[in-house]
């Protein structure tokens, strides 16, 4: 897999187009908890928000770092990520894959006599990919980011969905304009 990627940021199609150095998205979340395995009867789904930057070290290879927030059902979830981003551009367009490692903090809001809830950090892996549609020159939509969580919290793990959308806006550049 490291050969894709490695072999993907070489590409030779790529030698006119100019791309973004650093991204910053932004927006709304939904989460798809996998709460029977702290307890819950049913999978919780859970709203709230995803914000990340990504800087392209190359015109296909970035570093993300992602962070996201959860609410509801009694439960608040929170992550923080990082990892190897690939992204494959187009002229108005792009996707991108991407694989995250990082840490998650679990709350689950359980009145009791002597405290108020529980809370759990554990680790987080997790990997993903979406489509950003460019809007204006410094601003896309992302139509839609996919991501695949397993996480480990209360002494148990957990597989988790989050869906996303929202705006992400460019800085700087790298290569250069087409010719025409």
Same mark, same amino acid.
């Given at each position: @897999?490291?050969? %894709?990627?490695?072999?993907?940021? @070489? ?10 150095? *650093? ?10 908890? #996998? ?15 995803? *914000? #990340? ?5 190359? @015109? ?20 923080? @990520? ?24 679990? =709350? ?22 979406? %489509? #950003?549609?460019?809007?204006?020159? =410094? ?7 996919? #991501?695949? %969580?397993?996480?480990?919290? *209360? ?7 989050? %869906? ?17």
């Amino acid at each position: @897999m490291v050969c %894709f990627f490695f072999l993907g940021s @070489m590409s030779a199609s790529l030698d006119a187009q100019q791309v973004p150095r *650093f991204d910053v998205f932004g927006g709304y979340s939904d989460r798809l908890f #996998d709460a029977p395995s702290i307890g819950y009867p049913n999978y919780s789904n859970l709203y709230g928000w995803n *914000f #990340d930057g990504t800087w392209h070290i190359t @015109m296909k290879l970035g570093v993300t770092v992602d962070s996201s927030g959860h609410y509801g059902s009694g439960l608040n979830l929170w992550d923080y @990520m990082i990892g190897p981003q690939y992204t494959h551009h187009r002229d108005k367009s792009e996707f991108y894959a991407n694989f995250l490692f990082g840490k998650t903090q679990n =709350r689950a809001n359980i009145q009791q006599l002597t405290r108020s809830g529980f809370e759990s950090v554990g680790r987080s892996l997790g990997g993903g990919g979406g %489509f #950003d549609y460019h809007w204006k020159p =410094r601003i896309s939509i992302r139509v839609l980011q996919v #991501d695949y %969580f397993h996480t480990a919290t *209360f002494k148990a793990h957990q597989n988790d969905l989050r %869906f996303s959308t929202g705006l992400v806006f460019h800085f700087g550049h790298m290569g250069h304009l087409r010719k025409l």
